[in-house]
């Protein structure tokens, strides 16, 4: 079985401080790891993924996540926050030997608020 | 190159009516998978189709069906709607995946149902 748990619902920060979302997965499988941001009213876009190769992935807008096995966690960061990244963020689960299926499994969400 | 689009943009529907919500996946993908986002809650997958066929399904009752066309277009159909079946209904498009190969998911802006 997969599930994942983002451990806050909630997180605020000041324009131009660092971001940090916490993310711990289980998987039975070697799990592939994905970041989506959800802007108020529009679809999901994909912020970056994990499937298999470097553990510490970088995405767009200056996002980044590091995989690490140990801990079953993949945090999201990024050095600076701007006023545009406030959203609603989801760490995402799937297998990359499911059979070839890969239906996503996905955390509650946090919701991030930055502050001027 | 479009994205994946969805349609309509909202709807309002009565307890006990039929609705279908239609799909179009991103040019080049042949695998669309529906997702349930009721209000402050991540995405629930509720059935994913490949090659006109459905090849899984989440934990949603029969009342949730749905079918591919040729063109890899989809359509979600729920029957005798429920005040709980109100939410955001995603679709996500995706090359079929091969074992071991994750391939990452294109979300559509969604349709948004209400059940009154």
């Known amino acids: 079985a997969q599930s994942v748990t983002q451990l806050d619902s909630h997180v605020s920060v000041s324009e131009g401080t660092p971001v940090l979302l916490r993310c711990n997965y289980s998987s039975s499988y070697s799990p592939s790891l994905f970041w989506y941001v959800q802007h108020p009213n529009k679809g999901l876009q994909l912020l970056l993924k994990y499937t298999s190769a470097a553990t510490l992935v970088k995405g767009i807008n200056g996002f980044e996540a590091e995989f690490k096995k140990s801990e079953t966690s993949f945090h999201l960061t990024k050095p600076s926050a701007h006023m545009s990244d406030a959203a609603e963020y989801f760490c995402v689960v799937t297998s990359r030997f499911s059979g070839g299926y890969n239906k996503l499994i996905f955390g509650a969400g946090t919701r991030l608020a930055v502050h001027p | 190159d479009a994205g994946v689009t969805q349609s309509p943009t909202h709807l309002i529907k009565t307890r006990g009516q039929q609705v279908t919500l239609r799909c179009s996946p991103k040019s080049g993908h042949d695998t669309v998978s529906w997702y349930q986002q009721a209000l402050g809650q991540g995405p629930q997958f509720i059935f994913q189709y490949y090659e006109e066929e459905e090849r899984q399904r989440g934990n949603f009752p029969d009342r949730f069906s749905g079918h591919q066309f040729p063109n890899y277009s989809s359509e979600l159909n729920v029957n005798a709607l429920l005040l709980g079946d109100s939410a955001l209904y995603l679709c996500?498009?995706?090359?079929?995946?091969?074992?071991?190969?994750?391939?990452?998911?294109?979300f559509g802006p969604g349709t948004r149902l209400t059940v009154t």
């Open positions: 996500a498009s995706s090359l079929g995946s091969l074992q071991g190969v994750t391939y990452e998911q294109y």
